[in-house]
């Protein structure tokens, strides 16, 4: 009899606790049609959630600001917090307290606003539900093994995503990289461009924690842009159409089997807009910018560290490459040696005399032991292609001087010649310095810019007005005088250059009849 109550009430209960799971199931699903957040508020929304997973249990996953006690922020929890920001905007009713904090843009008067500690915001994705909570754990104990470095000491900060298991696969297969890259998407737009340069600064990095970087960085704010930059308008074209078809190539650099990145060599005599044209490049890509002081860099393997930390979407920058290092020299000494020890290293004096001026060549560029090889692996190497996205771009005055192999086409994929103001160009700045489109002086200035030649550097320094009372009259008027002394100045020195020569020859002639 014992045994058949007993029997019987644990088949009650297992009714009991089926009707109830099965109509708490029900009630859940009701409750998702109601959009419960509008009618009960969150804490309705949150104990329906709690209760619902005890007939159909919900799984998390869990991403730290700091993980693994690097010192580096997670990327995933950036991209997180850039996606749940417009979530949490979104959600009306959901979130009560948010965080709020000045856009990272300068001139932008917006505040940012995220979940606030222990805060959830819901989100849909294909029909079904997940929830995120933001929480913070506190700061790590001072006799900690992590307490180590500014990120160890702070505050850490997580997101735990919860969603029911019947959506694990749509969640872990799908939604998760959904959500990574609708916050990449989203930071991209809110990002603020930098230009980095290799020369050690500081090793902070943007949100103010310590790290390792070879890289120190300021904002990118340069205005130049190629509705600004004065050239011929065939051959911008030219360029703006050939970084877009590089920007949007992804596939066809992965279909031809090349390591999708670019490289420019902008030659021409100084003040014709070399790093005015990267800048314009950069604003017109929307990259950001590595300068690389090739002389600061010690080693060709401090080279290799330095590409490898360069970020994709980005301008790789070596200014005057022919004055940062004698690689032409030292390329042709290593030649040049060579010979000689095949020679059966027969005159050790000239051994010894080359390595003296080996030395001195090393003492020019400040120590660097960077040689030819080392800059042609960085364009090229294996290690070249990783990340994938980077332009690189070198600058010279004297491109003659350049060793070949460093400017060949695959490395130095387009050769850009920046030259001299030609009219068009002065017609251009004319119109971006005094907004004119004709003028009476156009004819002089036009005349004049056939017989001499002025940069677009000094053409812009004359047309900029330097008193309140300076129109374009006046500019102009400027600009056609310091032409006019150009050309007198260059005919002086014509004539005295070809007095030296009759003297040369003078002397020439006088030595023949002592003979
Ligand atoms: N093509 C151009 N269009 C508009 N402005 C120009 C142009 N070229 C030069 N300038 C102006 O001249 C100044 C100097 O130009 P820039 O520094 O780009 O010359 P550069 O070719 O890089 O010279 P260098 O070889 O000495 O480095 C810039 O401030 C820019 O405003
Ligand atoms: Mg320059």
Redesign the pocket.
């Known amino acids: 009899m014992d045994g058949a109550s007993s029997l019987w009430s644990s088949v009650n209960s297992g009714i009991v606790l089926s009707v109830l799971a099965v109509a708490l199931n029900l009630l859940w699903q009701s409750l998702q049609g109601l959009h419960l957040q509008d009618i009960f508020g969150r804490y309705a929304r949150r104990h329906a959630r709690r209760f619902a997973a005890i007939v159909d249990p919900y799984l998390t996953v869990t991403l730290a600001e700091y993980d693994g006690g690097r010192m580096r922020r997670s990327q995933a929890y950036k991209e997180a917090q850039a996606y749940l920001q417009r979530a949490t905007r979104d959600a009306r009713g959901g979130v009560r307290h948010l965080k709020a904090e000045p856009a990272t843009k300068e001139n932008d008067d917006r505040l940012v606003v995220s979940m606030g500690d222990n805060e959830e915001v819901a989100d849909e994705f294909k029909g079904a539900t997940v929830w995120w909570l933001a929480y913070s754990a506190p700061p790590r104990e001072e006799n900690s093994p992590f307490y180590w470095g500014k990120a160890a000491r702070a505050e850490r900060r997580f997101y735990r995503l919860f969603f029911l298991e019947r959506d694990r696969d749509l969640v872990l297969g799908e939604y998760l990289p959904h959500v990574r890259r609708e916050g990449r998407a989203a930071m991209v737009k809110e990002r603020q461009r930098k230009l980095f340069t290799n020369i050690s600064g500081d090793s902070w990095d943007a949100d103010g924690f310590y790290c390792d970087s070879v890289w120190s960085h300021v904002l990118f704010e340069h205005p130049?842009t190629f509705a600004?930059?004065?050239?011929d308008p065939t051959k911008k074209r030219e360029i703006m159409d050939d970084l877009d078809a590089f920007k949007n190539g992804k596939d066809y650099y992965k279909r031809v089997g090349k390591a999708w990145k670019r490289g420019y060599l902008l030659y021409?005599p100084?003040?014709?807009?070399?790093?005015?044209?990267i800048a314009a490049m950069a604003n017109h890509l929307d990259y950001d910018v590595y300068d690389i002081e090739l002389t600061s860099v010690r080693t060709n393997t401090d080279l290799r560290k330095l590409f490898i930390e360069t970020t994709s979407k980005s301008i790789i920058v070596i200014?005057?490459i022919d004055c940062s290092l004698d690689l032409t020299g030292k390329r042709k000494k290593k030649k040049k040696k060579n010979k000689d020890e095949e020679e059966n290293n027969q005159n050790n004096k000239d051994g010894e005399k080359k390595d003296d001026e080996e030395e001195k060549d090393d003492d020019k560029s400040g120590g660097s032991k960077v040689t030819l090889s080392g800059v042609l692996n960085f364009i090229d190497g294996l290690w070249s292609a990783c990340g994938g996205e980077r332009i690189i771009v070198f600058?010279t005055?004297h491109v003659e001087k350049l060793d070949p192999a460093l400017i060949r086409r695959g490395r130095m994929d387009r050769h850009i010649e920046?030259s001299y103001c030609c009219l068009e160009?002065f017609k251009f700045?004319a119109k971006i310095y005094l907004d004119v489109d004709a003028h009476p002086l156009f004819d002089d200035v036009a005349a004049l810019l056939r017989e001499v030649d002025m940069?677009?550097?000094d053409v812009?320094e004359n047309l900029t007005p330097k008193a309140p009372g300076e129109d374009a009259d006046s500019c102009l008027a400027t600009l056609v005088d310091a032409l006019r002394k150009a050309k007198e100045d260059a005919l002086a020195k014509k004539a005295a250059k070809g007095k030296r020569k009759e003297a040369a020859a003078d002397d020439d002639s006088d030595d023949d009849d002592e003979e």
């Open positions: 130049k600004t930059l004065a050239m021409g100084p003040g014709t807009g070399k790093s005015t044209m200014e005057d600058t005055n920046m160009a700045l940069t677009p550097a812009a």
